[in-house]
Structures are given as C-alpha cells and as structure tokens.
C-alpha cells in the first residue's frame, strides 16, 4: 500500500493567516500531498523570541484555522523536542512515530535560497521531498538546489502577506479581520492579542 503522504508547513504562525492557509489548501489540492500539518515552531534558532505568542496560544490558533479542513492538521510534536529545533532531528522523530506516512518539506522559496545552511540539509535533500510556493522576492536560488530532483516548484498563488505586518496594524488599532481566518480573529480579539 502506498504511504500517506504529509507536507510539513513548519512557522512560528505568529498568528496564522489566510496566506498561510492558501497554500498549504493549494498543496492539498493540487500536488501529491495528501495532508499537510502545520508544525508550530517553538522558537527558532534565527528568531528572537521577544514578540513571540506564548506556544500553546498560537497553537489554539492553528487549530482553529485548520479545523474546517479535512486534509490540513495543526501539530504541536516540536513542542516536546529540545531546543533548539533543528528541522532534520524533527523529521527523525516524526518518522519513528509515525512509519506508515511518508514526510514532505514545505518552504517559500526565500527559505530555499538560505537552505544550504540548514544543519544536515544534505540529508534532508536526500531522504524528503521539498515542495516550494513561489514569494516575490530578491536573490538566486543556489544552482544545485534549483533542478535537484527531490524539489517540487508548486504553482501556488503569490501571497505576500506577513505576520510582522499584521502584528503592527493590530498594534495600531487597523481592522485587518479579512487577513485571518475567522477563529483565529476571534481568538486574537478575545485574548486582546498584540496590542
């Protein structure tokens, strides 16, 4: 039997918004992926932590944003691994836990062009798929990574909205409610986030 496979969409989701539910819907629909979890990163190892949500209340809201979608799951497994999360020691453990399914990589394209410094990214090139939604965005892509085999360029709307910038209008008092799924806006507007 052919394995399950899962695309993992790994962000700090500092909140998610409707970019990020596009394309991880699009990667569902219209690629090989048959699920797609959002992994929600405690703390990266390039971000400061300072205007970071607590984890488990931008996991609440991952859940809330994916809940009316079958095929899209929100995952909290980074939260248990130590820090800091390298994404090559999550997927060992994901592949330990769950056998029967097959792991995919999501990242935009401006994560790709900064990939070869990931810890043990060759490794990860050999063993998982990278799936790439396209960013407007400035510098190449390194030539190796560009053609290899194992990196699927997905044809996914462009969508240029960031959490950064959601954060700062809710700060300033903007209505940005059409930016996130409708939970989630409740959520932040309830729990008066980031104001």
Not at 135 to 153: F, M, W
């Given at each position: 039997m052919k394995k399950k496979k899962v695309g993992l969409f790994f962000g700090t989701f500092n909140p998610i918004h409707v970019g990020h539910l596009t394309i991880a819907n699009h990667l569902v629909e219209f690629s090989t992926l048959d699920q797609v979890w959002f992994v929600v990163t405690p703390h990266s190892p390039f971000k400061k932590k300072s205007s970071l949500l607590d984890n488990n209340h931008r996991y609440q809201m991952v859940f809330r944003a994916v809940e009316p979608y079958s095929k899209l799951k929100a995952s909290d497994i980074e939260f248990n691994l130590p820090q800091p999360n390298y994404t090559i020691n999550t997927l060992a453990y994901l592949e330990e836990k769950y056998p029967d399914l097959e792991f995919a990589l999501i990242m935009g394209e401006d994560n790709l062009k900064g990939f070869h410094k990931?810890?043990?990214?060759?490794?990860?090139?050999?063993?998982?798929?990278?799936?790439?939604?396209?960013?407007?965005?400035?510098?190449?892509?390194?030539?190796?990574?560009?053609?290899?085999?194992?990196?699927?360029?997905?044809?996914?709307?462009?969508?240029?909205?960031?959490?950064?910038?959601i954060r700062k209008a809710i700060k300033e008092g903007k209505n940005i409610r059409p930016m996130l799924p409708e939970h989630v806006w409740t959520y932040l507007d309830e729990m008066n986030f980031y104001k």
């Open positions: 990931w810890k043990n990214y060759e490794l990860i090139l050999e063993n998982y798929d990278l799936y790439i939604y396209p960013r407007i965005g400035n510098g190449k892509v390194e030539s190796q990574l560009k053609d290899h085999p194992r990196i699927h360029n997905v044809d996914a709307p462009i969508m240029e909205l960031s959490a950064t910038f």
